[in-house]
Each structure stands twice: as C-alpha cells, then as structure tokens.
C-alpha cells in the first residue's frame, strides 16, 4: 500500500466514496482489493481523527438527529449466543445533521441503545459553541440522552410519526405511508416550526447511495466493524470537506465556517493517510 501514488491512492478512494464496492474499485483502479481494504481503513482512521479536530467550537442554530441501520458478519437473528454482540449483528450509526450549512459535526457506530444515545448526545454538546434547537425522531433514548448532554442549554423537541397500519404486501420494500405527525416540545423552548428531521433523513439515503456497506439486499456489507468505522468516517470527512452541496455550491465545511476552501480528493487523502 505505501507503493501506492498520492494519485492512486486518489483513485481508489474516490471510486469507494461513490459508492462503488471493494471488488469493482479493483477492477476499476487494477488494485488488489487487500490493499484496497488496507487503504480504506487508513484513511477512515484518519478521517476520523481529523473530524475530532476539525468539529470544535460550531455556532450551529438548528440540529437534526437521526439513526441508520445496517449490520456487521450478520443479521441480528442468525447471531449465536456465544458470539460478541457488540461487534456482530445489527449496528447504528447517529448522526447529527445542520439544518443551514447540512455539516454533519458528530456521528457514533453501535448500538442502538441509551448507552450509546449517551456518548453520542455528550460528543455533539462538546462540539458546540452556543445554545442550539435539537429535533429528534420517537427514539426513547434521545430524551435522558439530550438531558444528560446538554442540561438546560437545549431547545429539544421531537416529531413522532404515525404510519398506516396495515402490513406491507410481500414484496414491498417501501416503508409505510406516514398519516400523521405530532411535535413535542421537550427541553427549553423549542420552534414549533423547525422541529423537523427531513434533512438528516435525505442523509440517510445519501449513505445509502455513497457506501456500499450500507446497500440493502446485497451481499456487500461490512465483515468486521473496524472496517465500517472506516467507512463512516470516510464518508462523513469527503461529504463535509470534498463534495460541493447541490443547494449551497460550497461544501458543508465551507458553509459552516469550518473551511475556508473547497478540498480536492488529493488533499483529503493527503492529510489522512501520513
């Protein structure tokens, strides 16, 4: 891998950020797909680290906050109980999203359960500079998780979405069709208006779309969770600093007052995989 050109090493990681799998980039980029792997782990590790350093101090006014789900080695069910739970089955990533700049400032891969609630909700308050509106899916664990977090210097509230109640017909991949949505007001003084989480679930399918790992009905996800670790951070650190947001015509980073330019490929990998 060290072998490997700035531009290649470019390559490769531009082809895993669209989205494409680790057998396809070795086909596309003539890679072998150890050294693929290797690379991505690289430089995810790396991408988390500049993402620590890089998300401080933000003057965001209104956060999203969501949860996506995929899994690691195999589904929940097919996990025997002499397995280590925390590293196979089901995993979530949260993720915190701007409303206005759409940065991304904070995200956690685990569980879906209050400890991780918790770790993710103290993160973010870390990276916050100012009193802030949060909105939040139904998720139980968001409320003791903000509380902890945030103490008195939140405006938390949370939409909580009612579907129809009949059964998907088989064969229909689609979630059911949303029939009414109720806000609450939680912690502070909330926007009514602005309790909302569209924009951190337009996120989700954007990951969905931008790794491969994250692709439902397919044969492509993550074997070990290091390896998806990797892989979010790596998607996170190219969506804020790389890709230029189609509404704003800057990228995330830029928007937020995080940079003060837009990032080439070359440069992100430059900077994450020394």
């Known amino acids: 891998m060290n072998k490997l050109s700035l531009a290649r090493r470019s390559q490769v990681i531009g082809c895993l950020v669209e989205g494409n799998s680790i057998r396809s980039t070795e086909r596309m980029t003539d890679t072998h797909r150890d050294t693929i792997m290797r690379l991505m782990v690289q430089v995810g590790d790396g991408c988390a680290k500049l993402m620590d350093d890089q998300m401080r101090n933000l003057k965001c006014e209104r956060l ?120 609450e007001s939680i912690y502070g003084n909330p926007d009514q208006q602005h309790i909302s989480t569209s924009y951190v679930e337009r996120q989700n399918l954007t990951m969905r779309m931008q790794m491969r790992r994250f692709t439902r009905l397919t044969n492509a996800f993550s074997k ?39 990032w080439s490929m070359q440069e992100l990998v430059e900077r994450t995989s020394n």
Do not use: C
């Open 64 to 183: 999203q906050v969501d949860e996506i789900w995929t899994y690691v080695g195999k589904k929940q069910a097919q996990v025997g109980p002499w397995e280590d739970r925390s590293r196979v089955g089901d995993q979530w990533t949260f993720v915190a999203l701007d409303a206005d700049s759409k940065l991304v400032p904070s995200y956690r891969v685990g569980k879906r359960d209050l400890t991780n609630a918790r770790l993710f909700m103290e993160d973010l308050a870390d990276r916050l500079d100012n009193r802030v509106q949060l909105s939040s899916d139904a998720l139980a664990a968001y409320v003791d998780a903000t509380g902890r977090a945030f103490g008195d210097n939140v405006d938390f509230g949370r939409i909580i979405k009612y579907y129809e109640s009949e059964p998907n017909p088989s064969g229909r991949y689609s979630p059911p069709r949303v029939v009414s949505a109720i806000r």
């Open 224 to 262: 070990k969770v290091e390896n998806l670790r990797a892989a979010v951070a790596l998607h996170f650190a190219h969506y804020n600093f790389v890709r230029v947001h189609s509404s704003l015509r800057v990228t995330p980073a830029m928007a937020a007052g995080v940079a003060s330019s837009l």
